[in-house]
C-alpha cells in the first residue's frame, strides 16, 4: 500500500479504529430532522468523532476548512426518496474534484440484489480504478434502500466480500443480532457499522455497537443515532469510549448519564 493511502487511512482510522459522523442524508431526504442547519449539528460533536461523511455541497457551503475533521466524500447519488428506486444511482463527483477538495476518501453506494446491481458495482469500480491513482481510499457502501428486510448475515456478508473484492478499502454495513461475526470474518478489508433508522432507547445503540465492535468491527458510521439523540454530545461520547477505550455497554450507558448531570 502506498504512502499516500497508508497516510489518508491512518487520519480517517486513528490506532485502527473510527467513528465517522455521516450528514449526507439530504442527497436522497432532502432536509432531515436534526440536519437543517448540518455545521450547528456537527459543531458540539467535533471533539467525538473521527471523520465526517458529507456530499460536496454541504462541504463547501457550510463545513469550515480552517476547523475540519478528515472528510470522507459521498460520491453516488441521483436519486431520492419519491422516485421509483434508490437504487438507482450514478457517481456525482469526478476525480479533479476529489482532488480539489482535498478529502481523505470517497464513499459509493452499492445495491446488490436489486435491478440497478451491476451499475452501483460498476460505479464501485469505476471509483476504485480512478481513486487507486492518487491513494485514496474507496469506502463502500452497502445499501439496502426500503428492503430493511435484507440486513441477516448471509447477505450482508455476501455484500461485503463482493465490494472488497472490487478493491475498497473499507466497506460500511448493517449490524445484525445474529452471525454479525461472520460478516466480518468473510470481509478482508475493515468493516464499519451503519447506523440506519433511529434506535427506540439510547442503550440499544449503545448495545448494537459494542456488539459489533466485539465481533470485530473497526467503528461506526452513525448519524441520526446521535443528531437526533435526545442529547447528542452524551450520546457521541459514550459512543467514543465504546470505539476508542473499549469500555463495556454499562461504562458507556454511565458515560451517556453523566452528561445529563
Given amino acids: 500500500m502506498d504512502w499516500g493511502m497508508k497516510n489518508r487511512l491512518n487520519q480517517?482510522?486513528?490506532n485502527g479504529k473510527c467513528f465517522f459522523?455521516?450528514?449526507?442524508?439530504g442527497y436522497f431526504l432532502g432536509p432531515t430532522t436534526g440536519?437543517?442547519?448540518?455545521?450547528?449539528?456537527?459543531?458540539?460533536?467535533?471533539?467525538?468523532f473521527d471523520a465526517l461523511f458529507c456530499t460536496r455541497g454541504v462541504l463547501r457551503s457550510v463545513i469550515d476548512p480552517m476547523?475540519?475533521?478528515?472528510v470522507v466524500l459521498r460520491v453516488s447519488g441521483c436519486t431520492s426518496t419519491v422516485g421509483k428506486d434508490?437504487?438507482?444511482?450514478e457517481i456525482t463527483n469526478s476525480i479533479d474534484d476529489i482532488i480539489r477538495l482535498n478529502v481523505q476518501s470517497v464513499g459509493v453506494s452499492v445495491f446488490i440484489g436489486s435491478d440497478y446491481e451491476k451499475q452501483t458495482l460498476k460505479n464501485l469500480s469505476t471509483m476504485v480504478n480512478e481513486c487507486e491513482k492518487y491513494g485514496i481510499p474507496v469506502m463502500a457502501v452497502t445499501a439496502?434502500?426500503?428492503?430493511?428486510?435484507?440486513?441477516?448475515?448471509?447477505?450482508?456478508a455476501l455484500c461485503c466480500r463482493i465490494c472488497a473484492e472490487l478493491g475498497a478499502k473499507v466497506v460500511k454495513t448493517y449490524w445484525c443480532?445474529?452471525?454479525?461475526?461472520?460478516?466480518v470474518n468473510g470481509c478482508p478489508v475493515p468493516v464499519i457499522i451503519a447506523g440506519g433508522p433511529k434506535c427506540n432507547t439510547e442503550l440499544e445503540v449503545l448495545e448494537f455497537v459494542h456488539d459489533g465492535m466485539q465481533k470485530g468491527a473497526v467503528g461506526i458510521n452513525l448519524?441520526?443515532?446521535?443528531?437526533?439523540?435526545?442529547?447528542?454530545?452524551?450520546?457521541?461520547r459514550a459512543l467514543q469510549a465504546i470505539i476508542h477505550k473499549n469500555v463495556s455497554v454499562k461504562e458507556a450507558k454511565a458515560i451517556y448519564d453523566s452528561e445529563l448531570r
Wanted: no cysteine.
Fill in 177 to 183: 443480532d445474529k452471525d454479525f461475526d461472520k460478516v
Fill in 67 to 70: 476547523n475540519s475533521k478528515p
Fill in 35 to 48: 440536519l437543517e442547519k448540518p455545521a450547528q449539528t456537527i459543531a458540539p460533536l467535533m471533539p467525538y
Fill in 144 to 156: 439496502v434502500g426500503k428492503e430493511v428486510e435484507k440486513r441477516e448475515a448471509r447477505y450482508l
Fill in 21 to 25: 459522523m455521516p450528514i449526507d442524508h
Fill in 223 to 236: 448519524g441520526r443515532n446521535v443528531w437526533q439523540s435526545p442529547q447528542p454530545v452524551a450520546m457521541a
Fill in 86 to 89: 434508490l437504487a438507482n444511482e
Fill in 12 to 14: 480517517l482510522m486513528p
